[in-house]
C-alpha cells in the first residue's frame, strides 16, 4: 500500500517517491525557459515533483545531439535547472540519440557521455535516455556487435547509467514503449523481456500504455508489463499531447487510469499540448489524481479534512482545475495593458470596478449618438466548461459537445417534421431553439474569451476557439435552413465556398479518400467492445435472415417501394451463390448477413431489370441498428468481394434506395463503390458498383 509524503507526493517502491509531473517530449515549438519556469512553480503549488526536459524538436536533445551547449545555452539551462531545485523539482535531462548512434562504437558512447557530462555541470543529477521513434534496423556495425536492438541500447544505457554515478532517477525509453508495438505481444516481446533482464535495477523504464495515445490503463495491463520488465514502470503519458492533429487539444480532465495504478506504479508524467498554457487542466487534474487514494475506506481518522474525498472523481477534478485557471484567465499579463477596460465599461457612472483601471490619456468616451464601445462581460466559470467540453478528450468530446452533436443529428434526421404542421413540429422546433441557443453559448464565450485580460493563453486558444466558433456557426446555419428560417445558407449550399467552408487542407482530403475515413468519428462511433463472429450462411439461418430483412423493411418503410433486385435473395426467394453467403452474430443471435450472386441476370430479369455487363455480380448487405461498429460489415463485403473476384466476375453492383442513407453512407464509405448510371430505374433507386 502507498503511503504519502508531506508535499503531497506518494511514497512506495521501498520509501522512493512517486514521480509525479510532466515531460515536455512532443514534437513541435519547445517551451520557453520562462513558461518552464512557470511550470516548476505550478508544479510545486499543485505537489508535483518532476520534469522531464525531452522536447523533440530542441535541436541538442535529439538530432545534434552530440554537440555540446554553448555558452549562452549552458547559462539558460544552468539558471533552469537551478529554478526547477528552488521548487523542489527534479529536472531530469533526456537525449535521444537514436536517430544516428552507433551503438558499437565506443567514441560514439564517449561522445554521449560528454554531453551528459556537460549537462551534470550545469547542475543537473537527473537523466534520461529516449529511443522512441526511431528505426528499428541497426546498422551493420552493430549487427556484428550485438545480438539485438535491445541489447545495443541496453548496453550503451547501462555504460551510460554507470559513468554518471548511478543516479537516484535515470529513465529509459524504449522503441517498443506501448503495448501496440510489441510483437507478438506484451508477455512474449523479445524486445521488452531483453530489456528487463539486461538493464540494472536502478534503471526506470518509461511506458505510455496499451497505445501511444492509450484511451484507458487498467492495473491489469500494468502488471503484466512490470513482470516482463522487472520493474514498475513510469507513465509517459500521451493521453492529453496534441501535437499529431493541429485541430486538436485537449481541455478535459485526466481520466481512465484507475487510481489503484499508483501503488503499481513508479511516476506518472504527462506529455500535454504543444501550447503551453492550455495545459492548465491536464496538469492540475493529474495533480489532483495524484494526491487520491484508492482505500478511502481504511484512511486514518486522523487525517485532515481536505483528505476526506480522496477517491478521484474526473468532473470534481476538472472543476478544481478551471475554477483555479479562471483567476489566471482574468488576471492581466499585459504591463500595459488595453487603453479602455476590457470588461464592462460603465458609461454612466456606477459604484461597480472596471476589471482593468488603468485607462490610458487616450481613452474614448462616445458621445450621446455615436456608437457605444464595444464590451464583453468576464468570462465565466461556465465559459470554461463549455470550452473544456468542445476541447475534451482524444477519445471522447465532452458532455455538452455529446449533447450538442446528439442533437444536431436529430435535428437533421427529423427535418420532414420541421414544417409540416404534425405534432412533432413543436418539438423540432423547440430543440433547434435549444440548439441555436447552445450555438449562441459558444459564440458568446468566443467573445469573453478574446476578451479575457490574459492575453498569453488566449493567443495559445486562439485558432482552437475560431475553428470551433465557425464549425457551430456553419451547424447552426445548417439548422435554420432545415426550420424553414432564412434562405439556404451560402455557406452550406454554395458549390463555391470560402476556404473555412472546406477544412483540413491537403491532409483531410487524403483522409476523406481513404476507405476508413470517419470510422472513428467520437460521437457516431463510440468505442465499444463487442465480439462479432461472421461465419458461413446455412439453410437453418433462412427464417432469421428474412426476418432480419423484413424488420429493417418495415423500420425505413420500404414494404411498399418498388421492389429492388437483391430483395428476391433477402427474402430467401433466390439463394445465394455458392460461398456467397454471410451471416454475422453477437450475442443476441444473428444480427446481419450478406449475401450475393455471381450472375444477377435472372434476378434482375425477374423484375424486368437490365444489369450493366461490366457489372455481372451483386451484392446485399444488412446488419441491424444494434450493430453500431461498422468494420463487420466491411469485413463481411470484402470476403464476399475476393470470393466474387476469385469466380472470375469483373465487376459487382448493389442497389439502394436514395432515402437509405445509412446504407448509402456506409458503401460510400467503402471508398471502392461508385454510384453507376443505368437506364430506366424507378426514381429513388441508385446503383453503385466497384470493379473487381
Ligand atoms: C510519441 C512520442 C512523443 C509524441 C507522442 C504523441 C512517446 C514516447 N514518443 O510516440 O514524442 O509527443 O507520441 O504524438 O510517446
Known amino acids: 500500500m502507498s503511503t504519502r509524503d508531506r508535499t503531497g507526493g506518494q511514497t512506495h517502491n521501498g520509501g522512493r517517491r512517486f514521480i509525479s509531473g510532466v515531460v515536455e517530449g512532443f514534437y513541435g515549438r519547445p517551451w520557453t525557459m520562462e513558461q518552464r519556469t512557470d511550470l516548476f512553480k505550478r508544479e510545486q503549488m499543485w505537489g508535483l515533483n518532476t520534469y522531464l526536459y525531452a522536447p523533440k524538436d530542441d535541436y541538442k536533445h535529439r538530432m545534434y545531439w552530440r554537440d555540446l551547449y554553448s555558452a549562452e545555452e549552458a547559462e539558460q539551462l544552468t539558471a533552469l535547472i537551478a529554478a526547477a531545485k528552488q521548487h523542489n523539482v527534479d529536472f531530469i535531462y533526456a537525449i535521444s540519440p537514436g536517430l544516428d548512434i552507433t551503438f558499437s562504437n565506443p567514441r560514439e558512447v564517449a561522445i554521449l557521455k560528454r554531453k551528459l557530462d556537460q549537462v551534470r555541470d550545469f547542475g543537473c543529477t537527473s537523466f534520461s535516455l529516449l529511443f522512441d521513434d526511431i528505426e528499428t534496423e541497426m546498422c551493420p556495425a552493430d549487427k556484428q556487435a550485438f545480438s539485438s536492438f535491445a541489447h545495443a541500447q541496453v548496453a550503451v544505457t547501462n555504460e551510460v547509467y554507470q559513468h554518471l554515478g548511478e543516479p537516484k532517477t535515470f529513465l529509459f525509453c524504449p522503441t517498443d514503449y506501448c503495448a501496440a508495438f510489441c510483437t ?52 509517459w503519458d500521451n493521453i492529453h499531447a496534441n501535437d499529431y492533429d493541429p485541430q486538436r487539444l485537449f481541455l478535459g480532465p485526466f481520466k481512465d487510469r484507475p487510481i489503484e495504478l499508483i501503488p503499481k506504479l513508479r511516476g506518472v508524467l504527462t506529455n500535454p499540448n504543444c501550447e503551453f498554457y492550455p495545459n492548465f487542466v491536464a496538469i492540475h487534474t493529474l495533480a489532483t489524481w495524484c494526491k487520491a487514494t484508492a482505500d478511502a475506506g481504511q484512511r486514518d481518522v486522523e487525517m485532515g479534512e481536505e483528505e476526506e474525498d480522496s477517491c478521484y472523481s474526473p468532473e470534481k477534478a476538472l472543476t478544481l482545475a478551471l475554477t483555479d485557471w479562471l483567476q489566471e484567465f482574468l488576471s492581466t499579463d499585459q504591463p500595459r495593458g488595453p487603453c479602455r477596460p476590457p470588461a464592462r465599461l ?53 458532455p455538452i459537445a455529446r449533447v450538442m452533436l446528439e442533437e444536431l443529428n436529430w435535428l437533421k434526421n427529423n427535418s420532414q417534421t420541421a414544417t409540416s404542421e404534425t405534432d412533432k413540429t413543436a418539438e423540432w422546433r423547440s430543440r433547434a431553439q435549444q440548439f441555436d441557443e447552445m450555438c449562441e453559448a459558444v459564440v458568446q464565450m468566443f467573445n469573453r474569451l478574446s476578451n479575457a485580460p490574459n492575453r498569453s493563453i488566449l493567443y495559445d486558444l486562439y485558432n482552437y476557439i475560431c475553428d470551433i466558433k465557425s464549425g457551430v456557426g456553419l451547424a447552426r446555419a445548417y439548422v435554420k435552413t432545415l426550420g424553414g428560417q432564412g434562405r439556404p445558407s451560402a455557406q452550406l449550399m454554395n458549390d463555391d465556398p470560402e476556404p473555412w467552408g472546406f477544412r483540413g487542407g491537403l491532409s483531410g482530403e487524403f483522409q476523406r479518400m481513404l476507405p476508413g475515413h470517419g470510422n472513428r468519428d467520437l460521437f457516431k462511433d463510440p468505442p465499444k467492445t463487442a465480439v462479432y463472429c461472421i461465419r458461413p450462411y446455412c439453410p437453418e439461418d433462412k427464417m432469421e435472415v428474412e426476418r432480419i430483412f423484413r424488420e429493417m423493411q418495415r423500420a425505413e418503410d420500404k414494404v411498399t417501394q418498388p421492389p429492388l433486385i437483391c430483395d428476391s435473395l433477402s427474402a430467401g426467394e433466390i439463394s445465394p451463390s455458392v460461398q456467397c453467403a454471410l451471416v454475422l452474430e453477437d450475442d443476441g443471435g444473428i444480427c446481419g448477413y450478406a449475401l450475393a450472386l455471381i450472375d444477377a441476370k435472372q434476378a434482375a430479369a425477374k423484375i424486368q431489370r437490365r444489369i450493366i455487363e461490366e457489372f455481372p455480380s451483386l451484392v446485399t448487405i444488412q446488419v441491424l441498428p444494434r450493430v453500431t461498429d461498422p468494420s463487420p460489415a466491411k469485413r463481411m463485403i470484402s470476403c464476399l468481394l475476393s470470393t466474387i473476384r476469385s469466380s472470375g466476375s469483373r465487376g459487382v453492383f448493389c442497389e439502394l434506395r436514395q432515402s437509405d442513407r445509412r446504407m448509402l453512407d456506409f458503401y460510400s464509405k467503402l471508398g471502392s463503390f461508385k454510384p453507376i448510371q443505368v437506364a430506366g430505374l424507378p426514381q429513388d433507386i441508385l446503383t453503385m458498383g466497384t470493379i473487381l
Not at 188 to 194: A, E, F, I, P, V
Not at 354 to 360: A, E, N, S
Not at 362 to 382: H, K, M, Q, R
Request: proline content about 10%.
Open 346 to 398: 460603465k458609461k454612466e457612472s456606477s459604484d461597480e470596478e472596471p476589471m482593468q483601471t488603468d485607462i490610458g490619456e487616450s481613452s474614448y468616451v462616445p458621445g450621446p449618438d455615436e456608437n457605444p464601445l464595444y464590451t464583453a462581460e468576464p468570462l465565466t466559470l461556465e465559459d470554461l466548461k463549455l470550452l473544456s467540453d468542445l476541447f475534451y478528450l482524444p477519445y471522447e468530446h465532452g
Open 184 to 235: 507478438p505481444s506484451v508477455s512474449q516481446s523479445t524486445y521488452l523481456h531483453t530489456v528487463g533482464d539486461n538493464l540494472l535495477p536502478g534503471v526506470d523504464i518509461l511506458w505510455t500504455g496499451p497505445k501511444v495515445v492509450s484511451h484507458k490503463i487498467s492495473v491489469e495491463s500494468i502488471e503484466e508489463v512490470s513482470s516482463v520488465l522487472k520493474r514498475a514502470p513510469v507513465i
